[in-house]
Structures are given as C-alpha cells and as structure tokens.
C-alpha cells in the first residue's frame, strides 16, 4: 500500500518559533530514547490535567500522542522494483490449531516480499467478525521488515512484508522469527512466537 507524498498546508512560518520547535524536536528525541522506542499512551487523567493547565483541548493531545505512537508509519519505504524471479520455501508451523506458513519469497532488485499465511478451521468462525491480531516479522539487525497490508476471509488470513535490502538468493540458514501482536502498534505481544527456519 503506497504512501502518499507529505504536502505542506502552508508555507506561513514565525521565524520566531524556530528555537521553540526545535526544543520540541529535542524533547520528542529525549522522550524516544527514554521509552526505548515504546511510548504508550498517557492516561486520560494526565490528559486531561495537561490540558487545564496548558491551556489546550483535550482532543488535541490526544491526537498528539496517538501521533507519536505512529512513529514507524513515517519511516521512508522502499517499494519493491524490478521484479527478479519467486525463490520456493515451502515452510510452515502449527500452533494451537493454526498453520502458519509462508510457501515462497518474491525477489525484486530492491527488495523481498515474503507472505505469512495464518490458516484455521473456519467452520464456527462468526461471518462478520474475524479476530484480529498483528504480525511482526523479524530477520535481524541488517533487515528492515515492513508490514504492507494484507488480508482475508473465513479461516485464512495473508500479511505481506516488504524486506529491505533483499534476502539472497540462497537464503539458507536465515531464521524468519514471527511475533503475534495485540494491536497494530505492536505494544502488546500476545505470547505466540515461532521461528522458521529457512
């Protein structure tokens, strides 16, 4: 799912603002690195005081902080180019009645694009309400692993992830670690954690 382009609502600027702002930039830094990465959300009563004594709505800092909960969404993305060839994997693993598999990984010049599929008996499923849970995928420190969309019916269900730089051809010995989430801000793991070994 491609991005659309950030445009500027304005080209209005006080220049005075400038040493302000980047104390804001300097605080929103300090607040990242304090939280290693994992900010959660203020509670509604600390949102709720900030805003009496600053002088602010409520809603607003609360649309702030959700904001900076989306951190990861504003990363730059490589959209994959210049398709190569599709390498076979064929791999899977059963958790709790569930078959989790990816079958193969389609390689392009900038990167790979691997597809996890969750599969179920599906019989008792409600047909209009499906539990959904997040994805993560992890190969290691040297790959960016991007979630990009996904979806699914009545006892199935495919995330596709974009990896940046592209795996190798032969990717044998690599471990493709796979992290279920409560939440799509992936805060919260739910405990289901499983490797697959390619």
Same mark, same amino acid.
């Given at each position: ?20 702002d ?31 004594? *600053?002088?602010?709505y409520?809603? *607003? ?6 904001t900076?909960r ?10 994959p ?28 010049e ?42 699914g019916?009545?006892? *199935?269900?495919? *995330? ?32 289901i ?6």
């Amino acid at each position: 799912m491609k991005r659309m382009p950030f445009e500027r609502s304005t080209n209005h600027y006080e220049e005075h603002l400038l040493p302000i702002d980047e104390q804001i930039c300097a605080l929103l830094k300090k607040r990242k690195d304090l939280s290693n990465n994992n900010p959660g959300f203020p509670s509604d009563d600390a949102i709720s005081n900030w805003a009496i004594k *600053y002088d602010l709505y409520e809603d *607003y800092l609360s649309s702030f902080f959700q904001t900076l909960r989306m951190e990861d969404f504003f990363k730059p993305r490589v959209e994959p180019t210049g398709f190569r060839k599709h390498l076979p994997v064929l791999k899977s693993v059963e958790i709790d009645e569930r078959l989790y598999s990816i079958t193969f990984i389609r390689q392009y010049e900038n990167a790979s694009v691997i597809n996890l599929n969750v599969d179920w008996d599906g019989t008792n499923d409600s047909p209009h309400l499906h539990e959904h849970c997040d994805f993560g995928l992890f190969i290691g420190d040297d790959y960016d692993c991007r979630q990009d969309g996904g979806g699914g019916s009545t006892g *199935y269900f495919k *995330y596709n992830y974009i990896v940046s730089p592209p795996l190798p051809d032969d990717f044998s010995g690599l471990d493709l670690v796979v992290r279920e989430y409560s939440d799509h801000f992936r805060e919260e793991p739910t405990g289901i954690e499983f490797v697959i070994h390619l």
